[in-house]
């Protein structure tokens, strides 16, 4: 079976650079970093008493692994202001958390080299566990600062309705 359908001249896979993440309806402002989507099922291992010296296996509970996002520190505050619907130091005795809306869906969405929307992932009921506001600073260094959240969830999906697109060739000048 072709790996690419329409493509049917496409050799290699996807590139794992270009993605774009989605939440409330807007595209999340630079983001340059998305963790992996994992999910784990537990094995339950049982034996009846007649069977032989073995253990069967059947599937046990499923997890989720969360999923880090980074981006350079900037002016935006989209990070921030999730992670303040957890705990918000300012909001004052009762109030630190958000319960009615702390947890969001989010979209993550993969392109070709091209720019074109190839594939797309659902990934629901998350919250953010873990933020960090500034990295470690150093007045030697040579780097971006790096603000990151940590994104607990309850699973996510493929969204099917991304197809394939028909990719463009370019033909050589005359």
């Known amino acids: 079976m ?26 999340v402002a630079g983001v340059s970093k998305v963790g992996a989507l994992k999910r784990t099922t537990d094995p339950v291992e049982h034996r009846e008493g007649g069977d032989p010296s073995m253990v069967r296996k059947s599937p046990g509970q499923t997890k989720f ?10 002016h935006d505050v989209e990070f921030e202001r999730w992670a303040n619907k957890i705990w918000n130091f300012g909001a004052g005795l ?6 009615r809306d702390f947890r969001k869906d989010i979209i993550i969405e993969m392109y070709n080299e091209a720019g074109q929307l190839v594939l797309a992932y659902k990934v ?4 953010v566990s873990e933020y960090q506001a500034l990295p470690e ?11 990151s959240i940590k994104l607990e969830n309850e699973g996510w999906e493929r969204d099917y309705e991304v197809t394939e697109p028909s990719e463009p060739s370019f033909s050589e000048p005359a």
């Open 2 to 27: 072709a790996q690419f359908s329409v493509n049917s001249h496409r050799f290699d896979p996807y590139k794992s650079f270009k993605f774009r993440v989605k939440w409330d309806g807007r595209y």
């Open 65 to 74: 692994e969360p999923i880090s996002l980074e981006r350079g520190v900037t």
């Open 94 to 99: 009762g109030a630190e958390t958000s319960l």
């Open 124 to 127: 629901f009921r998350c919250w």
């Open 137 to 147: 600073l150093d007045a030697s260094g040579n780097a971006v600062a790096i603000q």
